[in-house]
Every structure is written in C-alpha cells, then in structure tokens.
C-alpha cells in the first residue's frame, strides 16, 4: 500500500512536454501520507494535473520552482492535516517589485497538528498560516545573492504572533556570503529579535 510519494518533474528529450503529464491517484492511495514533490523548468496548473489526497497529507515537501510558486497556497490549504512542511524553491524571487507572484493569500489557514517547519525561500508563504503546535522553525537562506528583506521580517512576526506556538527550537542559515561576515544583517537581528524567548536559537556559521 503506498504511504510516501516522491515526483520529481522536469523536461526531457523523451518527455519535452511534462506539462501535460496527468497525474491523478486520489483515488487510489487511501493511505499516502508522504509527499515529496520537485518540479524543474516547468510550468504546470498543478491543481488540474496533481490530483492527490492531498487533505490525508501529514508530511510534506516542496521544490515549486519559480514557474509554479504561485500555487503554493492551493496546494497547502488542502493540507490541514500537516505535521511538517518543507518548501526548498531555491529561488528568493518574491520582491517588492514582482508581487504578482505570489499574491496576498484570501485566506488565513490553521494548521493544527504543524510542530515542523522549514522554509528554503520567502517568508511571503508564512502570510497564509497559523501554526499553534510549531515546535521547530528554520529558515534556509535562498542563495548567494539574495538577503532577507523587511517584508519578510514583516511576515515572520505577524505569522509568529499569529500562531502564538509555544517554540523549542529555532535555526536560520543565512545565505552562503552572509556567514563569512562578523555582524548579522539588519533584517537578521530583526527575526531574532521575534524569537528572543525560545529556548534554542541557533545561527549557522
């Protein structure tokens, strides 16, 4: 009985169109709880392609790639039943001046069960969460040529406020080139400001 799914989505000389792969197996994966899903050069409607159980989900994992970051909201309101989410788009690409990328979410979405988090991109997707049972937060630093902004540290108080969890455990990575430096970044101290009450908070070097 399948209970982990791992897709992995990229074009090929054998399928240069993965786009219009249909991949449905709602039906048939009653006890699939595992996602691990990475889409690369693509741009697919994920809700009308991947049809999942997707509300049965406890653990899930999310490469989306620029192409199809938008769709992140849709795919994480019909996982109310998370126990840990991981988004790892590399790509820092939600700035100011491209906010059509991913929109100011019509929804806040309470996560009841969520104790893991770790998010590999903008903070922008904390904007659409509420996690009162987050135990474990960590932040990995997109890329070499991308630092935090003031929205994101905007995001990460309002979804930590928000959630009003109880966290253990804090981790951020800063970004490759940060870790060399002998002082933090402006919006850096700012996030550790917001977890000065948590019992272990780390920045990697």
């Not at 994966?29 to 809700?47: G, N, Q, Y």
């Not at 769709?71 to 690409?93: A, G, K």
């Amino acid at each position: 009985m399948l209970t982990k799914l791992s897709v992995n989505v990229e074009p090929t000389d054998n399928t240069p169109h993965p786009e219009r792969v249909n991949f449905d197996i709602a039906s048939k994966a009653p006890r699939l709880t595992h996602v691990d899903l990475k889409l690369i050069f693509v741009s697919i409607e994920i809700p009308h392609v991947f049809l999942l159980p997707w509300p049965q989900i406890t653990h899930l994992k999310l490469d989306l790639g620029t192409n199809n970051y938008h769709h992140i909201y849709h795919i994480i309101s019909q996982c109310r039943n998370l126990v840990s989410f991981t988004d790892t788009c590399r790509d820092n690409f939600y700035q100011a001046s491209d906010p059509y990328l991913l929109p100011t979410p019509s929804s806040i979405y309470v996560f009841a069960h969520l104790t893991f988090l770790k998010i590999r991109s903008s903070l922008a997707v904390l904007s659409c969460m509420q996690c009162p049972a987050l135990r474990m937060f960590t932040l990995r630093g997109a890329s070499e040529d991308v630092e935090l902004t003031e929205t994101d540290c905007e995001d990460f108080r309002a979804f930590v406020e928000r959630s009003r969890c109880t966290l253990q455990k804090v981790t951020f990575i800063p970004e490759h080139y940060m870790r060399h430096q002998s002082e933090y970044s402006a919006p850096l101290r700012k996030l550790l400001s917001f977890v000065s009450h948590v019992p272990k908070v780390t920045v990697a070097r």
